[in-house]
């Protein structure tokens, strides 16, 4: 019984401490740390925080300005900023090292020296091998020969500080910082332990780097592996495509039932904060009658986004950082479930509850991405035998909007063309909707080079034309044949030429005060519709089922665009439609 009131006692704690760290991540970041320092449990409090939480509330913050929560940091929160800051890729990063261990030795010097002499020696000595000169002084020998760039804190050892790497221009520390932490690290390490100084200095000057480096990226990475941060041959698994039916064979994932012992362990909640509420897995876990299986499901989000992050090489410091990633991540998630889903149109919170249960969230988001990938593959596949990529065309060929659709689909990680609709060019994928939208597009690209690839045209060099374009292509090759111009070669119309033409497309004279431009006629429309036909051994039906849409939204451009241009005002240079010359 008094075991069981224990227990009952610190689930309480742990539930206050919960509550408190969710409201303190509401809170702006200076005004998050003031409620922290005046909590009467402070201490208690920053160590509640999962250790991902409190690396962005460091950042936050600012390093320099958050040194009052650094000195009442854990060991293993001190640990994870190291592991995250001091790596390039897998090489130390001296500069940051210099950095980050000069903040914590400020914050708290004696915890300092004792973590790092009982969890972080191998670091530190190599840090030192890369900055610092000993020389140990004979019996017969006198301290003037070693020069003033030496220092001693016991006339025995005596040290020189590097100077960094001339190709180092960018520094977190000046160098009189710099100079000043190594300096204090030496007196703060004699001073805990002469020995140990001694121990260290000497050690430090026999270190083989390559090994030394190498223990130390393997120890990182296995302490980054628990929350998600995999090394980056693992973590690029998580772009390998897999099939909605590929789940159908798997046994269910283990989720622990309310009535299971409740973990201790904190969840990071600065992801879970940023998840949007216009997607299928955020109404999802809203959804969810267990909190503990939902905080389950947040903690393997975390893990995912911290997957991502590996694999897409990004360093995360800020939350507009951090946003990107958890949308990306939630977009795939969404992505999957709808593939999931066998009725997509009958999709709700429920049934996109039970498959986050059921599946894996990286089996899900695989799923999701392997929607986009497919989609990039057809492209791969259509652009090494088409008739655009055989004729030595550029991808400007096919104007601004379907060459966006086609350099998003092309890139390493596909992309969706935005156009700033949101601000941004490209962006990830976000919805089922998104990829529908670029495979109808590419879908029509495909059609036009199809068709394209029936008709008779021979090419001079595509530079010859200027900006040469599907439209004008087909345009200026229809427009010949309607004013009888026999021509083998695709060639740009003389004006004069072209101006009997350009009345039976846009009859009439412009208004400038009507409300509406001139429209082509419906037998302008038949006659070209006709000579498609005539040339690609086509129906008429087949290229409308095919391309009606995209051949309407054609002729609707050429209203827009000369549709209140009169014959008199035709300048070659200012029209795109047609390949124009005045001679």
């Known amino acids: 019984m008094y075991e069981e009131d224990v227990d009952k006692k610190a689930l309480e704690r742990f539930e206050k401490l919960r509550e408190k760290r ?47 929560l650094l000195t009442l940091a854990s060991n293993r929160q001190w640990e994870h900023i190291v592991d995250l800051e001091v790596w390039r890729r897998d090489q130390i990063d001296i500069e940051s090292v210099s950095r980050w261990l000069s903040l914590l030795l400020q914050a708290d010097p004696k915890r300092f020296i004792r973590w790092f002499v009982e969890e972080k020696l191998e670091l530190i000595e190599f840090f030192l091998f890369k900055s610092i000169e000993v020389r140990v002084k004979e019996h017969d020998q006198d301290p003037s020969d070693f020069g003033d760039d030496f220092f001693t804190l016991d006339d025995v050892y005596f040290i020189r500080i590097l100077e960094r790497p001339v190709a180092e221009d960018q520094h977190d520390l000046t160098e009189e910082q710099r100079k000043k932490f190594i300096t204090k690290l030496c007196e703060h390490l004699a001073d805990y332990d002469h020995q140990l100084h001694q121990s260290v200095l000497l050690e430090a000057t026999h270190v083989i780097p390559a090994e030394s480096e190498e223990d130390c990226y393997h120890r990182r990475n296995v302490r980054l592996a628990e929350k998600g941060f995999l090394p980056f041959d693992e973590a690029i698994g998580i772009y390998q495509p897999i099939k909605p039916q590929d789940l159908a064979k798997q046994s269910p994932k283990f989720v622990s039932r309310p009535a299971d012992r409740s973990s201790l362990v904190p969840v990071s909640h600065y992801p879970i904060r940023m998840l949007e509420e216009d997607n299928h897995f955020t109404v999802a876990m809203t959804a ?55 009725d997509k149109t009958a999709i709700d919170s429920r049934k996109s509850a039970k498959m986050i249960t059921r599946y894996p969230l990286l089996q899900i988001f695989r799923i999701g991405y392997g929607g986009a990938l497919t989609l990039k593959w057809r492209a791969e596949n259509w652009l090494s035998q088409c008739w655009f990529a055989r004729n030595g065309l550029r991808l400007t060929f096919w104007g601004e ?49 199809d068709l394209l690839s029936l008709l008779p045209i021979e090419l001079d060099q595509p530079s010859s034309y200027g900006f040469l374009t599907y439209k004008n292509l087909i345009l200026t090759l229809w427009a010949s044949h309607d004013l009888e111009l026999a021509e083998k070669n695709l060639k740009p119309i ?7 033409f350009f009345e039976d497309l846009l009859p009439g004279k412009p ?19 006709n000579w498609l036909a005539a040339n690609t051994g086509l129906r008429d039906f087949e290229i409308t089922e095919r391309l009606g849409g995209t051949l309407e939204s054609l002729f609707e451009e050429i209203e827009s665009e000369l549709g209140r241009v009169t014959i008199k005002d035709l ?13």
């Open 401 to 449: 909007q379907w060459l966006g659709v086609l350099g998003g689909l092309l890139l390493k990680k596909p992309l969706y063309y935005d156009n700033y609709k949101t601000g941004v060019l490209y962006r990830e994928f976000t919805s089922l909707e998104d990829i529908e939208a670029m495979e109808d597009i590419f879908n029509q690209v495909v059609a036009v080079d």
């Open 494 to 500: 003389d004006l004069k030429k072209f101006k009997p």
């Open 288 to 342: 969810m009658d267990s909190r503990e299986i939902q905080s389950q499901i947040q903690a393997e989000f975390v893990n995912l986004c911290n997957q991502i992050i590996v694999a897409d090489h990004k360093k995360i410091r800020e939350r507009k950082e951090l946003r990107e990633i958890v949308k990306k991540t939630c977009g795939y998630i969404s992505i999957g479930l709808e593939r999931l889903s066998e």
């Open 22 to 68: 969710l409201q303190i991540l509401a809170l702006p970041p200076k005004k998050a740390m003031e409620t922290i320092l005046e909590d009467p449990q402070s201490v208690a409090l920053v160590h509640s925080f999962a250790e991902q939480d409190f690396y962005f509330l460091i950042h936050d913050i600012g390093a320099g300005g958050s040194l009052p």
């Open 571 to 583: 300048e070659p240079k200012y029209i795109q439609l047609f390949l124009l010359e005045d001679t």
């Open 511 to 529: 208004d400038p005060d009507a409300a509406k431009q001139r429209k082509v006629p419906e037998v302008m429309k038949g006659r070209f519709l």
